[in-house]
């Protein structure tokens, strides 16, 4: 479980295919604070430690299954990826309930500088059977983007907008967003609950 509060956005060292997987090496700061078997967020997809080799870097593993649903599988070597360790129950939740499984992706279709703040406006392909299903954002609702934490504005049938600050545009990979960038998309996982409970109405 995570919130959306990216710790820090790293680097991609090496991609390795095996058959349909993909492993992936990064470098972190915080390699001496990793385990192997831990889950860390990457652009908001919940994957597992399974190397550390001692050098500042550490390796995780993106399925089939994965590669198809997120942007994971489009990465390429020095490509800033943004992670965030799973959440601590005694602490404040900053941001929102994040899972780690990514629901779509969306295209970026637009950025706008506002001297001071950042618009950007993504596009997602949702069919209307998963839309009832809560798979949709909501004004002033809560949805991951690449793992972050943001609030929906301009909310539509297929796209929303997002506002960012300086502080997370400089500290995500939201500085290499650009018009046709792909993103990982997470619903609220609540709203899913809530479309879901209707169901037995």
């Known amino acids: 479980m995570f919130s959306g509060i990216v710790e820090e956005a790293i680097k991609v060292i090496e991609l390795r ?3 349909t997987n993909l492993h992936i090496r990064l ?15 990457h652009n908001g997809v919940c994957l597992t430690v399974v190397s ?20 994971l599988g489009d990465l390429k070597v020095g490509d800033l990826v943004n992670i965030e360790r799973s959440m601590k129950m ?9 899972q780690g499984h990514v629901d779509t992706t969306a ?39 690449n793992g972050v934490s943001l609030t929906v504005c301009d909310s539509e049938k297929d796209s929303f907008a997002v506002n960012i600050i300086p502080y997370t545009y ?3 990979n939201f500085c290499k967003i650009n018009p046709g960038s792909i993103v990982n998309l997470e619903f609220d996982i609540i ?3 809530l479309a879901r409970l209707n169901d037995f109405k």
């Open 17 to 19: 295919p095996e058959e």
């Open 170 to 172: 400089e500290h995500t």
């Open 191 to 193: 709203g899913k609950y």
């Open 107 to 145: 295209v970026c279709t637009g950025v706008e500088n506002l001297d001071g703040s950042w618009k950007f406006n993504f596009k997602y392909n949702i069919p209307p059977e998963m839309a009832k299903k809560g798979y949709m954002t909501v004004e002033k609702g809560s949805v991951a983007v």
């Open 90 to 98: 005694d602490g404040r939740l900053d941001g929102h309930i994040v």
């Open 27 to 41: 470098s972190c700061p915080f390699c001496d604070e990793l385990k192997i078997d831990q889950s860390i967020s």
């Open 52 to 71: 550390l080799p001692g050098d500042g870097t550490y390796t995780v593993t993106a399925i089939k299954e994965t590669l198809e649903r997120s942007n």
